[in-house]
Nanobody
Framework: QERLVESGGGLVQPGGSLRLSCAAS????????RAWFRQAPGKEREFVAG????????YYADSVKGRFTISRDNGKNTVYLRMNSLKPEDTAVYYC????????????????WGQGLQVTVSS
């Protein structure tokens, strides 16, 4: 069974950095364009960043462009999200997910999801 497991969340001060990891296990996904989403309390789940299966294409939400960087190591079946210059409004539960579609930003286009992890930006 395919699984995505996120790690690396926690509490950080405004202006700080975190790196999230999303490791895939089980059966290898046939096409694995992977993305990060986040969901704050009372808000809908929103797209944050995505990366193509090869790693050659990346795409970001405007709210994180220039601060967040998505990357992947296919040898480890792992995708990373480096988050710099964090703001209180980045506080949310972060999820990784995989899709067969490239540059997909709607949650409904993603087939498998991790369990989510909390990122809190607060002084």
């Amino acid at each position: 069974q395919e699984r995505l497991v996120e790690s690396g969340g926690g509490l950080v001060q405004p202006g700080g950095s975190l790196r999230l990891s999303c490791a895939a296990s089980g059966r290898t996904f046939r096409v694995d364009n992977r993305a990060w989403f986040r969901q704050a309390p009372g808000k809908e789940r929103e797209f944050v960043a995505g990366i193509s299966w090869s790693g050659g294409s990346t795409y970001y939400a405007d709210s994180v462009k220039g601060r967040f960087t998505i990357s992947r190591d296919n040898g480890k079946n792992t995708v990373y999200l480096r988050m710099n210059s964090l703001k209180p409004e980045d506080t949310a539960v972060y999820y990784c997910a995989t899709s067969e579609y490239l540059n997909a930003r709607a949650p409904t286009t993603y087939d498998y999801w991790g369990q989510g992890l909390q990122v809190t930006v607060s002084s």
